[in-house]
């Protein structure tokens, strides 16, 4: 008689927006749950979701993620309408979207997904309140990322 098999929990990262650490310089973050279907819950489970070009709308004292793509499975989409580019709702404290909101309606703030991850069973949102960066300021981070890689490749090679 074979053992029961114990159910697989996805853990760790979903998806990242890589995008946003390059474009924006990130100040607070922020936690944020999301109100999802079943058949986006087992698309992301499958890791059909993509972050790229996503933001983050404030209407009515209610913040929505906007423009992410979720791709519906075949077999778990038959039966259900799917919209793979709807708004789907954030939970947040009111506390935490009242200080976004009081950010955003600042000069060049804006609120951005960083990533996507697992917590328990649920599915969580990064949020960021995030400022533009200027084009010499990506020009710096790019010089001070391809200085790293090379002096860790120089530590590598000095240290064998």
Request: proline share 2%; charged share 30%.
């Amino acid at each position: 008689m074979a053992g029961k098999k114990k159910a697989k929990i996805a853990t760790g990262t979903i998806a990242l927006n890589k995008r946003a650490r390059f474009d924006y310089e990130l100040h607070d973050k922020f936690e944020a749950g999301l109100v999802l279907a079943g058949w986006e819950v087992k698309s992301i489970r499958d890791g059909k979701i993509q972050l790229n070009d996503t933001y983050i709308q404030l209407k009515n004292g209610e913040a929505y993620l906007v423009a992410c793509n979720i791709t519906p499975l075949k077999t778990a989409s038959t039966h259900y309408v799917t919209e793979p580019m709807r708004a789907r709702k954030l939970l947040l404290h009111k506390k935490e979207l009242a200080r976004m909101i009081g950010a955003t309606q600042q000069k060049g703030q804006t609120c951005v997904p960083v990533a996507m991850y697992w917590k328990n069973n649920r599915i969580k949102l990064e949020v960021a309140l995030a400022t533009g960066k200027k084009d010499h300021d990506k020009r710096a981070s790019i010089k001070d990322r391809d200085w790293s890689r090379d002096k860790a490749r120089i530590m590598k090679a000095h240290n064998k």
